[in-house]
T-cell receptor
C-alpha cells in the first residue's frame, strides 16, 4: 500500500496564478483532510471531508476550495494564489471522522512569489 | 477553542538518556490524543494513539500517557538514540484535530 500520496512535491507560483494540489489514499478511508504548516503556527486544518460527497471548512479555509472526487481522492484548489499561501500543505486520511488514527502524506511545498 | 501546548520547544540530550516530552490541552472533551514524529522536510509519522478512555500506550521504547482530567499527556522515550532526533508533535481530536507547536529533539552521539 502506498498510503497517502500527494502531488506535486514542490511548486512555485506567481501571485494570481491558480493550481490544484492532488491527494489520494489507498487505505479505503472515509475521511480526508487538508492542513497547512507554517513556522510558528503549527499545523492548521484548511478543509476536510468526513465522507465521500461531503466537505466542510476547517480553521483557515479562506482562499481555498476542495473537491472530494471519489472515496480515494481529495483535491485542494488555490484559485488566485497569494504570498500568504506560501506554506507546506499536508493531506491526511482516517477511517472515520472520529477517534482513530490519522495518516499523513509527504506534503507539498508551495511558494507564491 | 482548544489550545495545545508542548514544552519544551527544543531539547538536546546525550545518547542513552531517558526523556519526557510534555503536551497540555485546554479542553478535556477529546476523543483521542495522537503523537507524531516529523523529520526535517518530511511528512508526519504516527507514533502512538491514545483513546480518551485509555491512560497509556506503549510501542517499543516509546510510552505515552494521558490524563484527560488535567489536560496532560507525556511521551516517554527510553534509551534515546541519535536516530530519535526529530520534531515530536502531539495532537488532540475534539471537533477537529488540533496540533501543538512541537518539541524539536536532538540526541547527540
Amino acid at each position: 500500500n502506498a498510503g497517502v500520496t500527494q502531488t506535486p512535491k514542490f511548486q512555485v507560483l506567481k501571485t494570481g496564478q491558480s493550481m490544484t494540489l492532488q491527494c489520494a489514499q489507498d487505505m479505503n478511508h472515509n475521511s480526508m483532510y487538508w492542513y497547512r504548516q507554517d513556522p510558528g503556527m503549527g499545523l492548521r486544518l484548511i478543509y476536510y471531508s468526513a465522507s465521500e460527497g461531503t466537505t466542510d471548512k476547517g480553521e483557515v479555509p479562506n482562499g481555498y476550495n476542495v473537491s472530494r472526487l471519489n472515496k480515494r481522492e481529495f483535491s485542494l484548489r488555490l484559485e488566485s494564489a497569494a504570498p500568504s499561501q506560501t506554506s507546506v500543505y499536508f493531506c491526511a486520511s482516517k477511517v472515520l471522522a472520529g477517534g482513530d488514527e490519522q495518516f499523513f502524506g509527504p506534503g507539498t511545498r508551495l511558494t507564491v512569489l | 477553542k482548544q489550545e495545545v501546548t508542548q514544552i519544551p520547544a527544543a531539547l538536546s540530550v546525550p545518547e542513552g538518556e531517558n526523556l519526557v516530552l510534555n503536551c497540555s490541552f485546554t479542553d478535556s472533551a477529546i476523543y483521542n490524543l495522537q503523537w507524531f514524529r516529523q523529520d526535517p522536510g518530511k511528512g508526519l509519522t504516527s507514533l502512538l494513539l491514545i483513546q480518551s478512555s485509555q491512560r497509556e500506550q506503549t510501542s517499543g521504547r516509546l510510552n505515552a500517557s494521558l490524563d484527560k482530567s488535567s489536560g496532560r499527556s507525556t511521551l516517554y522515550i527510553a534509551a534515546s538514540q541519535p536516530g530519535d532526533s526529530a520534531t515530536y508533535l502531539c495532537a488532540v481530536w475534539g471537533n477537529m484535530l488540533t496540533f501543538g507547536g512541537g518539541t524539536r529533539l536532538m540526541v547527540k552521539p
